[in-house]
């Protein structure tokens, strides 16, 4: 089980490009999330998923668009990079049930934007 | 705006003290809680979750849970060197997970 996978791990944008972060998950888990990580601070959640073609906004969604056409995958794609974007973004999945929430995170995906 | 707070770090603690971490948070209307403990520059992995009052042990870590007080704790007992990262408490309210910005934790041997 390869769990929570994320591409790429890091990446260098500048100002004004886009790009999609990729998050997969092999445990069919229905509930998918995005978080954004600053440097000493907790995560903050950008969007989430609850199934396949379902997206709600989070804490932090300005600048960012999801999209989730399989149970797998739910790719975050930046617009028009700004230097206020520079993070660490994690992708998690979870099974929401009877006291089983817990999430599975990916091993992040560090942005830089110059 | 909901959220969660945790006290203030770094915590610094000798190898075999108890280590107490705290957490406080504004919903009530929060159902689960959770502690997860994340080693710089990893992912955050889950180390104890708490859907009621009351106390919750699994090895050296004991939640405790007060829904009244809207507070969260985490204990670890007979503290270790490998013990030593951040500490991130986070609320489950709805369908969105809220996160305290962490505590950092240093095991001194």
């Known amino acids: 089980n390869a769990g929570v996978t994320q591409t790429p791990k890091f990446r260098i944008l500048k100002i004004g490009q886009s790009m999609t972060l990729q998050c997969t998950q092999d445990?069919?888990?229905?509930?998918m999330y995005w978080y954004r990580q600053d440097p000493g601070m907790g995560l903050k959640l950008i969007y989430y998923?609850?199934?396949?073609?379902?997206?709600d906004k989070g804490e932090v969604p300005n600048g960012y668009n999801v999209s989730r056409s399989t149970t797998e995958d739910f790719p975050l794609r930046l617009e028009l990079a700004a230097p206020s974007q520079t993070s660490v973004y994690f992708c998690?999945?979870?099974?929401?049930?009877?006291?089983?929430?817990?999430?599975?995170f990916g091993p992040g995906t560090r942005l830089t934007v110059l | 705006q909901k959220e969660v707070e945790q006290n203030s770090g770094p915590l610094s603690v000798p190898e075999g003290a108890i280590a107490s971490l705290n957490c406080t948070y504004s919903?009530?209307?929060?159902?689960?809680f959770f502690w997860y403990r994340q080693y710089s520059g990893k992912s955050p992995e889950l180390i104890m979750s708490?859907?009621?009052?009351g106390d919750k042990e699994d090895g050296r870590f004991t939640a405790q849970l007060n829904k009244a007080s809207q507070y969260v704790s985490l204990l670890i007992r007979d503290s270790q060197p490998s013990d030593s990262a951040t500490y991130l408490c986070?609320?489950?309210?709805?369908?969105?997970?809220?996160f305290g910005t962490g505590t950092s934790l240093t095991v001194i041997p």
């Open positions: 708490i859907y009621s009052n």
């Open positions: 445990m069919n888990h229905n509930y």
């Open positions: 986070a609320v489950l309210t709805g369908n969105q997970f809220y």
């Open positions: 998690a999945s979870t099974d929401r049930g009877d006291e089983t929430d817990t999430q599975y």
């Open positions: 919903d009530r209307g929060s159902q689960s």
């Open positions: 998923s609850v199934g396949a073609g379902i997206t």
